[in-house]
């Protein structure tokens, strides 16, 4: 347990909060800006309605005018999501409110914005090691293990965004519902109705859908239907019904328009159209499963094809007269659940006409499980040769990739330097071989911790940002200001505030939404857009891409306009502009 938690720490936490590692890369795409600053208005809002009521969220006393101003005092700021102001009815308040409490407790900070989906990804693992070890133990270590340290998990255990809050919550009530299932004790089935309670706070009836219709082909499958009616059971509806409806009540009363933009525009019109403009095509998830599942892909699909096999021989024998004899179930329907629930979102959302990686984030800790369980399984056997071999270059593969990257953003080309490209594939060689040798020397159940260090040692590279003295000569690792500078906002918001601190207002021009969304949380206030907006009449700053520049003649007429610098990691140019005359 010691080493489960010291690792998955490790790869949730490392670099990313200042303390460990520092907080080396801000806010990156349209949505973690986006909803950071949205959980920053909520959180104003909240203490400014709290300090008009003269009340805190625990009443003073118990006299009904104290318990009065504090129910107020919850409900202010936490019923409608708001950005710039406005309400923003896109998603559901989970993700917003543990935002706010983090906020509250740490300050407003990019990296506090990612604790939420962190913490929910080390909740979810150390689950999976304690459900594992009661119910399957043997692979719980590897199990959990695979889940953490998969690229899929850290990629998305740092992000601030809604897919962890729903895929950590929704994957703890599955969880639930198998123990029930297996145990015909009730009280599992609060994990059922609580976390999948919780995640569709987090993104909506996504969730309740995925949870009856895994559940459903579980059901029918196995042709165990009294099991519909045991499932639904009225405390935990009851349960449900007390977390979930009160904010959908609030916030449609509060919205009239909530119904429409939530559940039309951004759920069903999200799913049947591309208006989002995130169209991929039907083999898009198979590629991202590989991807996400990296170092471990050859082994989780391996142990994806085992568990499927092994479910498609258990169906064959039960849809036989002959049962197994002493069992009142046929078989065991662990593989058999795992599988539905990790195909599942992965067929369904292909079928989507918006697609996002994240979409099947649930379908990554069933995968795992089944992994750690196959390996515990064949580990008294000889682990196929092929299989180690392949996965070992798999898992050199990816550090090649990772050793590569910052190179690859400096120079933006493919066609990489020779001595870099050489050195990556030495360090990937030298992980193939210490995986093989590893498992050699002390065996099959080593491989976990063997492809972990690499990980981690990927991860260190991928965020230093430090100065190594050897040989009396200095090397700088700073891939993490590199990442910083090329995909966040954060760098070029703080060198316009040393450029420019006195003037207010900022301005863009043709820039990308993650650029505007990045800057306008860094700034805490909102841009304008030329062509949003039109020319602002106060002196202010323009963002504008590069290329662009030569609009500025016509744009600008009459108004005097300096260069300030120029910001060619992502090839934009920042000028400061004369208020007009």
């Given amino acids: 347990m010691f080493v489960l938690v010291v690792l998955t720490a490790f790869f949730l936490l490392y670099g990313l909060v200042p303390f460990f590692g520092g907080a080396q890369v801000g806010l990156v795409g349209a949505d973690e800006p986006r909803y950071a600053q949205i959980s920053r208005e909520m959180l104003a809002a909240h203490n400014q309605g709290c300090k008009d009521l003269h009340a805190e969220i625990v009443p003073h006393s118990l006299a009904p005018h104290a318990i009065e101003a504090s129910y107020h005092c919850l ?67 590897d199990a959990a293990l695979i889940t953490a340290s998969c690229v899929g998990m850290i990629g998305f255990a740092r992000g601030a965004s809604t897919d962890m809050q729903l895929a950590a919550p929704f994957c703890i009530g599955m969880l639930g519902w198998y123990a029930w299932y297996e145990t015909g004790k009730k009280y599992w089935l609060f994990d059922l109705y609580f976390f999948v309670g919780a995640a569709t706070l987090a993104k909506g009836p996504v969730a309740v859908f995925m949870a009856g219709a895994i559940i ?66 039907p083999y898009y998830y198979l590629v991202v499963l590989v991807i996400a599942l990296m170092p471990w892909t050859v082994f989780a699909l391996r142990a994806l094809w ?23 179930r046929a078989g065991d329907a662990f593989p058999e659940f795992l599988v539905l629930w990790a195909l599942f979102p992965i067929v369904f959302f292909s079928f989507s006409g918006s697609k996002l990686p994240g979409y099947i984030l649930p379908s990554l800790p069933p995968i795992a499980i089944l992994t750690g369980d196959y390996l515990f399984r064949i580990r008294d056997h000889a682990m196929p040769r092929w299989l180690l071999i392949t996965h070992a270059c798999t898992a050199g593969f990816l550090t090649f990739v990772v050793l590569l990257s910052p190179t690859y953003m400096v120079i933006d080309r493919i066609l990489l330097p020779g001595h870099a490209v050489m050195l990556a594939a030495m360090a990937a060689g030298i992980l193939v071989v210490g995986i093989l040798l590893v498992v050699d020397k002390f065996g ?60 207010k207002t900022l301005a863009v021009y043709d820039a990308r939404r993650d650029m505007v969304y990045g800057l306008a949380f860094y700034r805490n206030e909102p841009l304008l857009d030329y062509e949003l907006n039109g020319v602002p009449p106060q002196e202010h700053i323009l963002v504008v891409r590069m290329d662009r520049v030569p609009d500025l003649n016509q744009l600008l007429t009459g108004r005097l306009y300096e260069p300030l610098f120029l910001y060619p990691a992502q090839g934009l140019a920042v000028y400061r502009v004369s208020a007009h005359p």
Avoid at 119 to 129: Q, R
């Fill in 75 to 141: 409900l202010s700021g936490t019923v409608t999501p708001i950005l710039y102001g406005q309400p923003w009815l896109e998603k559901p308040a989970l993700y917003y409110w543990r935002t706010m409490g983090f906020f509250r407790e740490f300050g407003v900070a990019d990296w506090v914005a990612r604790i939420p989906s962190a913490t929910g990804a080390g909740f979810l693992i150390i689950l999976i090691f304690l459900h594992m070890r009661r119910f399957r133990r043997g692979g719980h270590l």
């Fill in 216 to 281: 459903f082909g579980f059901i029918a499958l196995r042709r165990e239907w009294s099991l519909l009616k045991r499932t639904v059971w009225l405390p935990g509806v009851a349960l449900f019904f007390a977390m979930v409806l009160p904010w959908y009540i609030a916030v449609q009363r509060k919205n009239p328009t909530f119904v429409r933009e939530f559940f039309l525009e951004h759920n069903l019109e999200r799913f049947g159209t591309n208006r989002y403009q995130h169209h991929q095509p």
């Fill in 306 to 328: 085992d568990a499927i096999q092994i479910s498609i021989a258990e169906w064959k024998v039960r849809s036989r007269p002959q049962r197994y004899l002493g069992y009142q």
């Fill in 444 to 503: 099959a159940s080593k491989v976990r911790f063997a492809t972990c260090i690499g990980v981690a040692l990927s991860l260190v590279f991928l965020l230093s940002n430090v100065q190594l003295h050897a040989f009396g000569k200095t090397i700088a690792l700073q891939n993490g200001p590199l990442l910083d500078l090329n995909y966040s906002a954060r760098p070029l918001a703080r060198r316009i505030q040393q450029e420019a601190p006195g003037v």
